[in-house]
């Protein structure tokens, strides 16, 4: 009877990790905040695994080199920074910290300070 109970209680206690588990999940994700978003890339080239770089100047002006160039101007808001292309073209790159790393949307960043 004692390994009966046993089971059911490691059953229970499995079932109820399970469905801890997403929300853990979700908190290791953490959107920054406007000032954390501000330190981590303002004034920086953040670079990504595949070469690309993205270069976030003091002043407000934005460039990437990867498969293409470009060049336009940025702002931060609380969950992102929001590029304006010189072509007039706006797109929101969501940042967060996953695991301690830094990523734009899905890609991580390595941010380093702009020589």
């Not at 229970?12 to 469905?19: D, K, T």
């Not at 905040?33 to 270069?55: D, M, P, Q, W, Y």
Request: glycine share 10%; net charge neutral.
């Amino acid at each position: 009877m004692r390994l009966s109970h046993q089971i059911a209680l490691s059953a229970a206690c499995l079932l109820l990790l399970a469905q801890l588990e997403p929300a853990i999940a979700h908190r290791a994700n953490l959107a920054l905040g406007l000032r954390e978003i501000t330190s981590a890339i303002n004034g920086k080239v953040c670079a990504t695994a595949g070469g690309a770089h993205f270069t976030f100047d003091n002043d407000g002006r934005f460039s990437y080199d990867g498969l293409w160039q470009s060049g336009g101007s940025f702002t931060l808001d609380a969950s992102a920074v929001v590029v304006t292309f010189d072509s007039g073209l706006q797109r929101a790159f969501e940042i967060s910290r996953r695991g301690g790393e830094l990523y734009m949307e899905q890609t991580r960043v390595v941010c380093t300070a702009k020589e």
